[in-house]
């Protein structure tokens, strides 16, 4: 299976300010992706991350709100921007390959106060 | 918006008991796949089933997919306290590069 690791695994952050998480997979994965997962609820896909270009998004998501970068087929970044209370949710990186299983990070668990 | 949908929400059973959590979806399917969760952390890959098969297992867990009624069934045998967690059934559509999309997510707990 590959290896996803996520990092911060939690913050706490103030309003207004804006947090960047990392994610690094193993050479296994040609795929990337980002979830949400607000408290209690299932995940929901935020973007798909391209390697080189620029991310694709889902309904809902804006890349001026959450910027994500893929410089190389192993590491992107996601920033949670002009963060509010609302963006309180576990965030988690994904990868995989087309029509197999998925492996997920830890998580990045945000609290915004 | 979630294409699976899974039954029940919460089931609490004991330990030693089998545990059927059951998934339904809503269009055509590349394969269908169950995670599981414990504690808002990381989710597990536990089984994946492509649309052409009907059965598959893996250990003390058997999946069903049936594409004429869109459903599918993880049964988790002999559970044990361990097994304690959400669990999400997930479906990846049939198009190139196609999303995975979950569905709400089954509460299991297993009492000692």
């Known amino acids: 299976s590959a290896v996803i690791s996520q990092k911060p695994s939690r913050d706490i952050c103030q309003r207004g300010t804006s947090l960047t998480i990392q994610c690094q997979v193993d050479s296994q994965v040609t795929m990337m992706f980002w979830y949400r997962q607000q408290p209690g609820q299932s995940l929901t896909l935020i973007a798909t991350a391209n390697q080189g270009s620029e991310a694709t998004y889902e309904s809902g998501f804006v890349i001026d709100k959450f910027p994500i970068s893929r410089p190389n087929l192993t590491f992107s970044t996601l920033t949670v921007s002009n963060m509010s209370p609302e963006d309180s949710s576990i965030y988690l990186c994904?990868?995989?390959?087309?029509?197999?299983?998925?492996?997920f990070g830890q998580g990045t668990r945000l609290t915004v106060v | 918006s979630q294409q699976g949908e899974e039954d029940p929400q919460a089931l609490s059973i004991q330990e030693g008991e089998n545990a059927t959590m059951n998934c339904s979806y809503k269009?055509?399917?590349?394969?269908l796949q169950w995670y599981r969760q414990n504690s808002g952390r990381g989710l597990v890959h536990l089984i994946l089933?492509?649309?052409?098969?009907r059965e598959k297992h893996s250990g003390r867990l058997r999946v069903t997919l049936d594409t004429s009624k869109k459903s599918s069934s993880l049964l988790i045998t002999a559970s044990r306290a361990a097994d304690t967690a959400s669990y999400f059934c997930a479906t990846r559509g049939t198009g190139a590069n196609s999303k995975l999309t979950f569905g709400k997510g089954i509460t299991l707990s297993v009492r000692p």
């Open positions: 994904s990868g995989g390959r087309e029509n197999t299983e998925a492996f």
């Open positions: 089933i492509r649309s052409n098969e």
């Open positions: 269009t055509s399917i590349n394969n």
